[in-house]
């Protein structure tokens, strides 16, 4: 890490992830994760296991150890992951079922599996209440082993509580494949095209942001330790949310020949009918810049994360010529080829994590972040983000490297003119995108 970069204080990325939050509450009423009740044996104690005042429920932060101790106060206050079982109460939640035939929203399994820790009887100890909504221990892991241990540090150590259940949050490859179990999907959790026409908002996913938002909820720190560089997790989050979108195109190949519309960008159907709306980037740039355009009318998979990947891979000057080839040789088969979609899925997966492993483990210096918000800037101008769901992923890896390379505490109005235009997918415009990271650019080039 550069000698800025780790100089610079908390507040700094936290003003710049600010400016992200507004436009997030706008998008996503609620985030959750879930626990996968088939990972382990142990019972889920609840979040009530956690509140003691001695614990985790202090009414202000502690200063004794590492650990805040106020972590239950800051969830039950401030997470949006404890409103997660309430907001299936809500008149928009019941109004989805109710088109879905789902009966109550706050019973629907479909609901309930990103909106809850659902876990057998048996795994379900006194104090554990589905009411929770997304607790403790959806992203910690079950208690029932580690909690009367973790505390006890060093005489019981991080890795044997990690041997008695509890996960690995530190690690961003961990966090990221909890995290996108809710926030992409799985194949047992997944937020498909009928849900999104009766009204469930469309889901949003970047590791670093999220992480950042939730760590500073409601302006007061979950945690004071970072594990590692924010370019890194970033890009381990871009990662994790790609390789999720294979595995439910993977789900779905298994079931029959044609995927869920979900899984395809949204704006490949749902945009005006002119010619150039279907291919073409609507910042006018060329097709040349844009690798993965198919032949119009072609349904395009959700690949905002994917497009990221190859700008980032493409600036540190690593080779990427075998994902963007895998990648269309997959395009094709999705929309010409069933047939030959496991084979496509099999091979795009292998460039993926032979790219992934390339980025991933970089040492970043200020000067890769400013190489990559520079490219990341240029492609997101010229077009190569062609739609919302795209383009956002691109808005939040720029504020991110903003605030990784301290240019972000006098770029408020530019960073918020950059959310403004993804307030609303209907009215996204890619010509008024690309005059607002116009101003950007040049703003950030007078440092």
């Not at 150039?276 to 032949?295: M, N, Y």
Request: one cysteine or more; proline letters at 5%; hydrophobic letters at 45%.
């Amino acid at each position: 890490m550069s000698s800025m970069s780790a100089a610079r204080s908390t507040p700094s990325r936290s003003r710049a992830m600010g400016f992200a939050m507004r436009w997030l509450l706008t998008m996503l009423p609620v985030i959750g994760f879930a626990a996968d009740s088939a990972s382990a044996p142990a019972r889920f104690e609840g979040v009530a296991s956690c509140a003691s005042s001695l614990c985790h429920g202090s009414a202000r932060p502690l200063s004794a150890h590492d650990v805040l101790q106020n972590e239950y106060v800051t969830w039950s206050q401030f997470d949006p992951h404890s409103s997660a079982y309430r907001v299936l109460l809500e008149p928009r939640s019941r109004q989805i079922a109710e088109r879905m035939g789902l009966g109550p929203a706050h019973k629907a399994p479909q609901c309930l599996a990103c909106h809850a820790e659902v876990v057998p009887a048996a795994r379900s100890a006194a104090r554990h209440q589905l009411s929770d909504g997304i607790g403790c221990e959806s992203c910690h892991g079950a208690a029932e082993r580690w909690l009367p241990t973790h505390h006890q540090s060093p005489a019981v150590s991080h890795a044997d509580n990690l041997a008695r259940g509890l996960v690995a949050l530190e690690q961003p490859r961990v966090r990221a494949e909890v995290c996108t179990g809710c926030h992409v999907g799985d194949r047992n959790r997944f937020a498909n095209h009928a849900m999104m026409a009766a009204g469930h908002p469309r889901l949003v996913f970047d590791l670093e942001t999220y992480t950042e938002l939730w760590r500073t909820s409601g302006g007061r720190e979950h945690y004071r330790k970072r594990s590692a560089q924010p370019p890194a997790v970033w890009l381990t989050g871009i990662i994790s949310a790609t390789r999720r979108q294979f595995e439910l195109l993977d789900a779905h190949a298994a079931r029959s020949l044609r995927a869920d519309f979900s899984v395809y960008a949204c704006h490949t159907c749902h945009r005006d009918l002119r010619v150039a709306a279907f291919g073409a980037a609507e910042a006018g740039a060329s097709r040349a810049v844009d690798p993965l355009a198919g032949a119009p009318g072609e349904l395009r998979m959700q690949d905002g994360q994917l497009r990221l990947l190859l700008v980032i891979a493409d600036a540190l000057q690593l080779d990427s010529r075998e994902l963007t080839a895998a990648t269309r040789r997959l395009q094709a088969a999705l929309n010409r080829d069933p047939a030959q979609l496991p084979a496509a899925l099999s091979e795009v997966r292998q460039k993926l994590e032979a790219l992934g492993a390339e980025l991933t483990r970089r040492t970043w210096t200020q000067r890769e972040s400013r190489v990559a918000f520079d490219a990341l800037l240029r492609a997101a101008r010229s077009g190569s983000f062609p739609d919302p769901a795209a383009a956002e992923q691109a808005a939040m890896g720029l504020v991110m490297l903003l605030a990784e390379l301290d240019l972000d505490r006098s770029r408020s109005a530019e960073i918020d003119a950059l959310f403004a235009t993804l307030r609303d997918d209907n009215a996204f415009d890619g010509r008024r995108f690309a005059r607002v990271l116009e101003q950007l650019e040049k703003s950030a080039a007078m440092r």
